[in-house]
């Protein structure tokens, strides 16, 4: 006898799928009763509590300044930098997006995607001699090599794939370079 198949004849793998489509009911029953689900689909902006509260993390903004920051939430990382790219890519036409050497490697194939005519040019991050920030060369690249216009793609924290962060100092050293320069920043902040 064919060991898939049970003493009455029947399949065990159907079986077994009819016990999983069971088990499935059962659980989609379990969550319409419980009051506290909500399956409605979100609003386009996302989850609004989400939103809020990542502000402050990022942010800490008074009442005043949340007024000046849009939020919306997207699919992951990805999503998140797709739409930053696209969104500056056509409101803001820059020439050249600014990635650092090394990054994630989505970070040049978004901006592709998103405008295949804005050029992708690379800035030092790390340096492998001394296996830390190459700071005086990311300075010198902005500084030396961007034009008004241009964005600078920033890991706000965790840089991908070094994990090495800037110091306060460093970052109010770049924030001054953006502004000197007219740099459009745009924080990936994984």
Not at 114 to 125: F, G, H, K, L, M
Not at 145 to 171: F, K, M, Y
Request: proline letters at 5%.
């Amino acid at each position: 006898m064919d060991p898939s198949i049970g003493a009455h004849g029947t399949s065990q793998v159907h079986t077994a799928s009819c016990l999983s489509c069971t088990n499935g009911i059962k659980a989609k029953q379990a969550m319409s009763e419980a009051s506290v689900n909500d399956h409605e689909h979100l609003p386009l902006l996302g989850h609004s509590e989400l939103l809020a509260n990542a502000r402050k993390i990022v942010f800490g903004p008074t009442l005043e300044e949340e007024k000046t920051i849009a939020s919306i939430q997207t699919i992951a990382g990805t999503g998140a930098n797709h739409l930053g790219a696209l969104l500056l890519a056509k409101a803001c036409r820059p020439h050249t997006v600014w990635i650092s050497n090394p990054s994630w490697i989505n970070h040049h194939e978004i901006w592709t995607l998103a405008d295949p005519s804005i050029r992708r040019q690379i800035y030092p991050y790390f340096s492998p001699r001394s296996f830390s920030i190459d700071f005086e060369g990311m300075v010198h690249t902005l500084r030396s090599s961007t034009i008004e216009g241009d964005v600078v793609l920033l890991h706000g924290c965790a840089h991908n794939p070094t994990g090495l962060d800037l110091s306060r100092d460093q970052w109010r050293i770049i924030a001054s370079v953006c502004e000197e320069k007219g740099l459009f920043p745009l924080f990936d902040l994984a």
